[in-house]
Structures are given as C-alpha cells and as structure tokens.
C-alpha cells in the first residue's frame, strides 16, 4: 500500500497540491483522475519522488519515502516501475535492449537470463518479434506495451501509470487498460494510474481518487462515480457530449 | 543577470557533483564510453581534417604572399604555419569548432530525453542520471579531443605544404626546414593541456544545458543553442587565461 498523508505542494507561490491524504491499495488498479492542471500529475510525481513534497509524507509500506537518502530511495525504486505518458522508451536502444536495461543495471542474472526474463514480459504484453526493433519502429500502441513490459521486468510491487491512454484510439486504449488491469492482479501489485479518460474509470477503477484544484475532491471506486451527487465531479464525468447523453 | 550566474553556477556545480561519482555498472559504462568516442570523436575526425588542411594552405599563402622582404628566408612560412597550427589554430579553433559540432549534440540530446521524460525514467529506476549520460561523454571528449587536435596539427602542417608545392611558391626543402627551426616539445604539451581543459567545458557545460532543459522541442533548440555560446565564451575566455600561465 502506497499513502500519501498531508501533503503539500508549491510551485513559486502556486499552491498546487493542497493538503492531500490517501491511500492507494494492494493488488487493486488506483485511478487518480481530475482535470488538466487539476494536479493529478504532480501528485504522481511527488508518489514516485521526482518532485520533493514541501509538507507532508509519502508511505510506501510503512517506509517513510520521503525521510529516504538517496541510497535507501535508489534500493526502493527497484521496486518501482512506471510508464510514462509518451513510453519514454530510450531511442538508442532496440525494443530488447529496452526492456533488458534494468536487469542490466541492477541484476547479476546471465545474459540468457535477461534475454528469457525480457522474452516473457514482451510476450505477456503480448508482444513478439519486435526484440531488434528501435521505439522510432513502433506504433503508438506498441510503444506503450513495451513501456509496460520494461516496468515490470523487475518483478515491481509498486507500479505508476502516467495517462497510459493518452494518443490512443479507444480499441487500442481498451487493450492497454485490461494489461494493466490483469497484471496488477496476477502479480498483486499497488498500482496507481493517471488518467482523464473515463472508459478507463468504469473498466478498471478498482478506487478512484477525483483530485479539483489541488485537493482531493472525491473518493470512491468504479460503481459509486456514476451515482455521487457532487457537483464538481458530476461536471468532469458528464462534461463530455457522449456520457452527457448517456446520462440522459 | 548576476543571479542568473550565480545560480547557474550553483547549479552547474551540484549537477557536476552528481556526474563525477562512481559508475553504478562499469560495464555499462565502457560500453557508453566507446559508443561516445564513436559519436563525439571519431565521427569529427572527417571535419576536423578538412578545415586544418585547408587552414595550413590558407595561413601558408598568406605568409608567403607577405614575404617580400629578400632577408627573410623563405623558411619562415613552414615556421609560421607550425607556430600557429600548434599553439593557437589546433586546441583553440578546432576546439571551437568541437564546442559547435559536439555541444550542441550532446545539449539536444540529453535535452530532448529530458523533454521525453527518458530522464525520469532513469531516475525512476534508480539510476543516477547525470552520472549515466554525462561522465561518458565527459572521459570520451577528454580522451579523443586531444587525438583530433594532434590529427589537426598533422593535417595543417600538411595542407601547408600541399598548398606550397601546388602553387609552387615555397620549396619542400625550405618548407620542412622552416618546421624544424626552434622547434620546443613544450608548445605541443601547452596545445595538449589547453585541449583538455577545453574538451572538459565542452562536454560539461553542454551536458548542462541539456540535463536541465525543460519544454518542449524549442528549448532543446535553445538550450543547444546556449551550450554552445556558452562553451564558445568560456573556451575564448580560458585561453586567454591558460596562455598567460602557461606561456610565461
């Protein structure tokens, strides 16, 4: 379980998180959803310690993240596996050497080794021979499943999903949200996902967190989203012209 | 404009603290090292002969047109063209010359990894980053500069000549005469060590820019653009430095 408790963020004078508290449960898909600029960004970066909190904690587990040295935050991180928005996928590399990296940094396995690990998880995100491929060869799609295999290469217990939808079109975003859904279930994983797409939010949104200017505006799962009577949440669910007639 | 220095300063200083640490792999890193030496030194060997030998051709006309006083033996231009291919043409304007070619290669490329969140996604795992992508391309530059700038003098000396039999303005016997008067074994040291000290601002003050560029593709452009202004200043700047304690 990830918690973040009292946290506070500024940019300069911008108050951009404001006194957030929450718990991100074990083995169950957490969506943290909410506007543009709405801070659901920054807070995944405070989680994952790319932006230091200016109040507050970061819970991994009952490890205090944000008391860490750079040496106890560098051994927990091998815990951690994220995809980003765009894949971040190293250009240099080919799709093997990609997900192969981490075992490379931080593994003493054999070469054979990393090679059937990197086989397996290209397989299970339903990927094969694209191993000599470079990320410049992929599709949009393709990229975000190789990101997806190279996060969890490690075996992570904690894994962060940044708008894995965004650039998509709907087929394929159905695709990435059931391999996120079925590989946080199989390995039981605390797995977090940032996102504004609501297809997201009714298929895999075991709790979901609605961040509004800053605070944590809401809090409930998948059933309860459609039936809440808050306002500001109502208006991001029903702002687009499809669930609006849906709703109707 | 004076804090913007010294921030910059402060800035350049921590992330250098960053960069020169112990490899995390060192496998890793010989393996970065030699593909660096590939991109930022081999590949600059074609442009680094091309403008020497040219410029010896240039310099050695020019001396030769201006001799027209009968006392001045017509050694000299041989002379000439050594004096300043060695001390000032080869480790000062090559090296402006690399500050173009390679700094802005190495600020857009960190630079746009840093955009493609690449750069987090190191850090994520638990890389240090800076140390990753900059130290090699810091011990590469240091390396293989002082090779080129060595190719350099060869090849201007050599343009030199070319130029002075083509036209036939000089003998080969006075040419090569000219290269051996007073020659001291110093001025090639002096050209070595300035050459180190500018492949070493070069690589760190274009790693830099690039590591803390944030945007999009108009800051990569730009942050190339100031590594290499900045590299260009401060390498003017050294040199003035460095020949006054070196030379006197």
Not at chain 2, 134 to 153: E, Q
Not at chain 2, 162 to 170: C, I, N, R, T, Y
Request: charged fraction near 20%; hydrophobic fraction near 45%; aromatic fraction near 10%.
């Amino acid at each position: 379980m990830i918690e973040a408790k009292e946290v506070d963020k500024f940019f300069g004078d911008h108050h951009v998180l404001i006194n957030i508290s929450c718990s991100f449960e074990k083995g169950k898909t957490n969506l943290i959803i909410g506007q543009s600029g709405s801070g659901k960004t920054v807070l995944m970066k405070c989680l994952v310690g790319l932006y230091e909190v200016d109040k507050g904690k970061i819970i991994y587990d009952d490890r205090n993240f944000s008391e860490m040295n750079f040496e106890q935050r560098k051994n927990l991180r091998q815990e951690i596996g994220m995809l980003f928005q765009g894949g971040a996928l190293f250009d240099y590399m080919t799709v093997e050497e990609n997900v192969m990296f981490p075992l490379n940094m931080f593994t003493r396995q054999t070469k054979e080794e990393k090679l059937d690990r990197a086989n397996f998880v290209l397989a299970r995100v339903n990927l094969e021979n694209v191993n000599r491929l470079m990320p410049s060869e992929l599709s949009g799609g393709m990229r975000k499943r190789v990101a997806i295999a190279r996060a969890i290469s490690m075996n992570p217990k904690y894994l962060f999903c940044d708008e894995p939808n965004s650039g998509l079109d709907p087929q394929t975003s159905g695709v990435i949200d059931q391999l996120i859904k079925e590989i946080t279930d199989e390995y039981g994983i605390t797995t977090i996902v940032n996102t504004h797409d609501m297809n997201s939010v009714l298929s895999i949104g075991d709790t979901v967190a609605f961040i509004y200017n800053g605070e944590l505006w809401w809090k409930g799962n998948k059933d309860t989203i459609l039936h809440t009577d808050n306002k500001e949440l109502n208006d991001f669910v029903f702002g687009t012209e499809l669930t609006s007639r849906l709703k109707q | 404009m004076n804090l913007k220095v010294i921030t910059n300063t402060g800035d350049y200083v921590l992330l250098m603290l960053r960069v020169f640490t112990k490899p995390q792999k060192g496998r890793i890193f010989w393996q970065r090292l030699l593909n660096e030496i590939q991109g930022l030194g081999i590949e600059s060997i074609g442009i680094v002969a091309f403008i020497s030998a040219f410029m010896g051709a240039v310099v050695a006309i020019q001396t030769a047109y201006n001799i027209d006083n009968p006392f001045i033996p017509l050694s000299m231009v041989g002379f000439t063209v050594r004096q300043s291919v060695i001390l000032e043409f080869s480790p000062t304007v090559i090296s402006l010359i690399l500050a173009g070619k390679v700094g802005s290669r190495i600020a857009s490329e960190i630079g746009t990894m840093r955009v493609t969140e690449q750069i987090d996604a190191l850090e994520i795992m638990g890389v240090n980053s800076a140390n990753y992508l900059i130290l090699p391309k810091v011990v590469a530059s240091m390396l293989i500069n002082p090779v080129l700038i060595v190719l350099s003098m060869w090849m201007g000396i050599l343009g030199g000549w070319l130029a002075m039999s083509a036209f036939g303005l000089v003998t080969t016997t006075d040419y090569v005469n000219g290269i051996r008067i007073d020659f001291e074994a110093y001025t090639i040291f002096y050209a070595l060590l300035k050459t180190l000290f500018f492949a070493f601002i070069i690589s760190t003050v274009s790693g830099f820019y690039g590591y803390k560029t944030s945007g999009g593709a108009l800051e990569v452009g730009q942050a190339s653009t100031k590594a290499v202004v900045f590299s260009s200043v401060l390498i003017i700047l050294f040199n003035l430095i460095l020949t006054q304690l070196l030379l006197t």
